[in-house]
């Protein structure tokens, strides 16, 4: 396992500093949008335009040497449109299936929100199964999978907000945010004629991606660890200014998430630490608070601090495998 580790962390490192070369000054966002793909999540990026996220995708899927979709959500988007349709063939008197540009390894779901409630659960099947069913056949979508949706918060105005079905898929959500004064001054030289993502090569194969999922599931949470997850879920349904806490399905991916994270700084065991520089890119967005809390200027972010510091937190039992 010592040596998986090893090449887990040396891969892993390898992509991020890849990717990082077209999204600079934001290692931290990238390293995050690879554990999810690591752990078999999908991404909510919320940002306002210009700031690189759909760049940050196609960076990603360039450097595993995967194939890449973009799917631009307008109100007047089909499901089909997403999924893909049967065209009949005249030479061949039958159906054909065309695959729509959910079959590929990364999908950017461009500002999401924008199309209709019908065709936002279109991605439902494809991100909780990883499959898509269509005229009564399931066909699988291909490994490593990952969806990475992008919404604007700004603009409202002919908008579908995502329901909270939808929201607990997705393992975490990100802010990409501007860049300081040094970095952005950096861009101007590096991306000032041509962007760096057009000179971008693959760092490591697909097999090798797979070969990362597979390592980080064998990665060790111990039964302290364990009751930590537990304990931080149930405090988000028990806070008094919390209206809906966070769902079973969140302790799961918070779970695989500090697996991944654990094998990225080269341990084969997860610490509470990783629990607690996840929760709030886990948390954030399955979180809704009481009308009263908002008025007193809660955030979500702030109550889920206050819960980390209220919890008590494994001593070096935790590191005890089951």
């Known amino acids: 396992m010592t040596d998986r580790i090893t090449r ?3 891969r892993f490192g390898r992509i991020v500093s890849n ?5 600079q000054g934001k290692r931290e966002v990238v390293e995050l949008v690879l554990l999810a793909l690591v752990a078999e999540g999908h991404v909510l990026v919320e940002d306002v335009p210009g700031v690189g996220k759909t760049h940050l995708a ?27 349709i049967s065209v009949y063939d005249r030479d061949r008197r039958a159906f054909e299936f065309k695959p729509g540009p959910i079959f590929a390894n990364i999908v ?9 409630p019908k065709t936002q659960s279109a ?11 269509s005229d009564g056949i399931t066909r699988p979508v291909p490994t490593p999978f990952m969806v990475v949706a992008t919404q604007n918060p700004l603009e409202h105005e002919g908008t579908y907000p995502l329901p909270e079905a939808q929201l607990d898929r997705f393992m975490m959500r990100v802010v990409i945010g501007y860049p300081d004064r040094s970095k952005e001054l950096e861009m101007l030289d590096t991306h000032g004629i041509r962007s760096t993502f057009h000179d971008l090569e693959p760092v490591v194969s697909l097999e090798e991606v797979n070969d ?15 009751n930590y997850i537990i304990d931080l ?3 988000t349904r028990q806070h008094p200014d ?14 695989r998430l500090a697996r991944a994270r654990a094998a990225a700084q080269g341990r084969d065991f997860v610490l509470p630490d990783d629990i607690k520089e996840l929760a709030i890119p886990v948390l954030e967005h399955r979180l809704s608070l009481r009308p009263e809390a908002q008025m007193r200027g809660e955030t979500v972010a702030g109550v889920i601090t206050g819960i980390l510091g209220k919890l008590r937190v494994p001593g070096t039992a935790s590191r005890i495998a089951t």
Do not use: W, Y
Request: avoid cysteine; hydrophobic fraction near 45%.
């Open 242 to 255: 919390v209206l809906l806490g966070a769902s079973p399905r969140s302790a799961l991916f918070l779970q």
């Open 8 to 10: 887990f962390g040396e």
């Open 58 to 84: 196609k960076s990603v899927a360039r450097s595993i040497d995967g194939v890449f979709s973009r799917i631009q959500f307008t109100p007047d988007l089909l499901p089909s449109d997403v999924t893909g």
């Open 123 to 133: 991605l439902l099947e494809a991100m909780e199964e990883r499959q898509v069913t």
């Open 19 to 23: 990717v990082e070369t077209v999204i």
């Open 212 to 226: 990362l999922i597979t390592t980080a599931q064998h990665v060790t949470v111990s039964d302290p660890v364990k």
């Open 233 to 235: 879920i149930g405090a």
């Open 108 to 116: 950017v779901g461009d500002e999401i929100n924008r199309a209709s």
